[in-house]
Nanobody
């Protein structure tokens, strides 16, 4: 059974930084795509970033150049380093994983079958 546990969210001022963590069990982060999505109130869940099994990373347009996804294979944990945060980054951030390996499918939340409980990130102006 897959379990994903996010941590690291909180309240930060605009321009600040946060690092989110996603500890995985029942799934190996090095052999499965691991992704971050986010959902703001009243909006659909949005793709943020993914790290594929081979280590290739892909980012959503709104976070390119500011966010970095990485993984620690020994700890079976995925991270999302968020810099230059903006108020519009405020959302619940979710970690997700999938068996699907097709690159074009990895930005679509419908292709991810396992999700964490989410962690709140609030950026004040």
């Amino acid at each position: 059974q897959v379990q994903l546990v996010e941590s690291g969210g909180g309240l930060v001022q605009a321009g600040g930084s946060l690092r989110l963590s996603c500890a995985a069990s029942g799934r190996t982060v090095s052999t499965n795509a691991m992704a971050w999505f986010r959902q703001a109130p009243g909006k659909e869940r949005e793709f943020v970033a993914v790290i594929r099994s081979g280590g290739v990373t892909v980012y959503g347009d709104s976070v390119k150049g500011r966010f970095t996804i990485s993984r620690d294979i020994a700890k079976n944990t995925v991270y999302l380093e968020m810099n230059s945060l903006k108020p519009e980054d405020t959302a619940v951030y979710y970690c997700a994983t999938t068996f699907i390996g097709t690159p074009s499918a990895l930005t679509n939340r419908r292709n991810f079958g396992s999700w964490g409980q989410g962690t709140q990130v609030t950026v004040s102006s």
